[in-house]
């Protein structure tokens, strides 16, 4: 269909040079810091001992953080974090989408109750949950637990803080894979649905067997972003846990954060910011290959051409 | 008639049902909604019944707090603008020019979105101390068209492909200019995808909270940063941070609102397609 863009196309086509400042403009502000950081983990800096020289340190700072417990729990903590909040918000957006794809007097605004979330800055979501509903002393757990005669929960002891964050993460997500497998769910043709209630389709089978199979290209499309954005989590992290107690709420881009602000040592969080940039894309390929389609995007590309 | 009735009654509940869904859902911002019209020694602990007043408004709006809006909204709309120039002629550029490797550059725009910020953090924020970019608005709103451009280019490419090739070249053969043909055929047909993008950016550059924090400490600091210095240093007071809160997120909410349709159309155009 578009391959008849080409006919009437002079051979030097001045709209070309219109991508241009876009390139350098994201190749300045993504790729050239991070060839840097790159380069960065090989040095020894600490930024606030300027006695200390900066120096060639090799692979010592990957040494270092491969032979840090502490590493390994904030790795294990993201991948935990990461995986079963995205089954989470799956499970829970899709069962919401289900419950919402009706029509009702006010359908609009329900729905923007639940899509809310979503549009709410990390901070403030920090904030609200810390103080107004998990705090044991004033919040809504002191409420709950007083109602039902416990002691209140410790949302944020040291067993418990990794759950809390996901708590939060789960909050914040869920609306987007709501969007996402709700505009799925309302483009559903009636008369597939039709014809498989004729079948005899009804209920759950309806659900598992047609309306899942049907939309699975938003499934996908909605957990593969889910999963970009949900490994990128820190403000939640930043606002409620700072990671702690110790490091049992960290998450890969928190300790970044803290070994380069708080230890001040560069080279070393360059390291754990590279080693994250390989898992990250490591856990993002896995996911591709596990819904068989390992680049949609250029497959998208393809059809339109 | 007794099955019609009973057939409503269902319809009803599960009507309730919803309703009772969405707001246990949106009950921690409804809370912060209210909790903002409380007077403070009626928070904590909590009370059901209080008289609203509008005390806590007047004490969070202060000057820090101006200062800061101040920081937040010439920040985001400078980051829509310059995203919004650079991105939309990119994009036209993508589906309308003849680039060899448009493809692989599209695909390149994209990628960078999967970079997690703490990536290029470190040198960004090594430069940064260097130039003297630390703290500064120019030096956010950089960082800011950074991550916009791939997203706007994204979202926008899409909406251009939708555009019928036959219109446009029916305006080339009524003697158009590319140029003429950009404003007064193409322009008018995408405008709405191409505001609600600048929508969609406007709430994340907002929202954003890694660059601010680490980027930014006094007077460029943006609302989320001022928030999370408000939690640490006024903690105790509930009432007057949920009504800060709430004046914060009163704009990424309502812009929420009009690009919802937009940001899943954009995301899933080639999931309807496959």
Known sequence: MLSNRTIDKPRKNLTNYLILPSVIFVAAITQIPFLLTLILSFVRWNVKRPDLPIEFAGLDNYVFIFTDSKFYRVLFNSLLQAGIALALCTILGFLLALVFNRAFRGIFIARSLIIIPYFIMESVT??????????PSFGIN?????????????FFSSKLSLVTVMILIVWQWTPFLFMILLAGLQNLSDDVLESARIDGAHGLKMILYIKVPMIKHYFEVGMMFGLINILKVFGLVFVTTQGGPGVSSANLPYYVYRTAFYDWQMGRSAAIAVV???ITLIVLQSFFNLIRRKNFIARKQRRAA | MKRSVSRRLKANTATILTWVLALLYAFPILYMLITGFKPEEMVAPPRLMFTPTLDNYDAVISED????SFSSVFITIATVVLTTLLAVPAAYSLVYGNLKKAEGIYYWFITTTLLPAVAVVIPIYLAYNFIGLLDSKIGLILLYTG????????????FFTDVPYEIIEAA?????????SFFRIILPLIKGGVFSTALLVFITTWNEFFFAVNMTYSKSATLPVYLNRFLTQQG???AKMSAASTLVVVAPVILGFFTQKTLVKGLTLGAVKG
């Open chain 2, 172 to 180: 080339d053969i009524d003697g158009c200019t590319r140029f003429t």
């Open chain 1, 276 to 278: 994250t940039v390989a």
């Open chain 2, 147 to 158: 991550a916009g451009v791939p997203l706007m280019i994204w979202m926008v490419k899409t």
């Open chain 2, 65 to 68: 707090l101006m200062l800061h």
């Open chain 1, 142 to 154: 002191q409420v709950m637990a007083s109602f039902l005669g416990m002691e209140p929960v410790a």
């Open chain 2, 236 to 238: 105790y007071f509930w």
């Open chain 1, 126 to 135: 920090g904030i609200i949950w810390k103080t107004l509903i998990l705090s």
